[in-house]
């Protein structure tokens, strides 16, 4: 990785039209992030009480 005054200088140097691809992959870490937090919320919620409760709930019908 390359720290920030490398890579800021690196993307001053480029021309509008390809600087433009610098500033989406800003979106894309974004994009990542929030995709990451999504993740988490779903681990937690899969992994709860209710979750367990409704697994429990399901395998005694099943087993009738």
Do not use: D, F, K, Y
């Not at 480029?14 to 988490?40: N, R, T």
Request: aromatic share 4%; proline share 3%.
């Amino acid at each position: 990785m390359l720290n920030v005054p490398v890579t800021a200088t690196a993307v001053a140097g480029l021309p509008m039209a390809q600087a433009g691809v610098a500033a989406a992959s800003h979106l894309a870490w974004w994009l990542l992030a929030a995709c990451g937090l999504l993740i988490g919320a779903i681990g937690l919620i899969t992994t709860s009480r209710w979750a367990q409760r409704t697994a429990t709930t399901t395998a005694a019908a099943m087993a009738e």
